[in-house]
């Protein structure tokens, strides 16, 4: 019923930014939060940040604090992921998420890819050393 289209991924140096978005369609009016996850080659899909929808509580992990910045427009039904000082550490699939639960606080799970119910498709972002 929700659908998400992830966009604005790319090919970049270390160093550099790149700004991600992720628009929802369909019936957007349930969802209590969206997320960023990203997964490398042989790695675990992992949380990158997340923003309730209608709280404004924002989470960010350890690796990317400091140097992202997530957003949304509501009027776009859209969420941001802004990411400066690129690494290739942070060369991915980028995936964004929605979830209906109330995971947003410590110890709800809002880390973990099973809390959320929607997937978008994802875009690949590499950064070249």
């Known amino acids: 019923q929700v659908h998400l289209v992830e966009s604005g991924g790319g090919l970049v140096q270390a160093g550099d930014s790149l700004r991600l978005s992720c628009a929802a369609s369909g019936r957007t009016f349930s969802t209590y939060a969206m997320g960023w996850f990203r997964q490398a080659p042989g790695k675990e899909r992992e949380f990158v940040a997340g923003?309730?929808?209608?709280?404004?509580?924002?989470y960010y992990a350890d690796s990317v604090q400091g140097r992202s910045t997530i957003s949304r427009d509501t009027a776009k039904n859209t969420v941001y992921l802004q990411m400066n000082s690129l690494k290739p550490e942070d060369t991915a699939v980028y995936y964004c998420?929605?979830?209906?639960?109330?995971?947003?606080?410590?110890?709800?799970?809002?880390?973990?890819?099973?809390?959320?119910?929607?997937w978008g498709q994802g875009t690949q972002v590499t950064v070249s050393s």
């Open positions: 998420a929605a979830t209906i639960f109330r995971i947003y606080y410590s110890g709800g799970g809002y880390t973990n890819p099973s809390r959320y119910n929607t």
């Open positions: 923003i309730t929808w209608s709280g404004g509580i924002i």
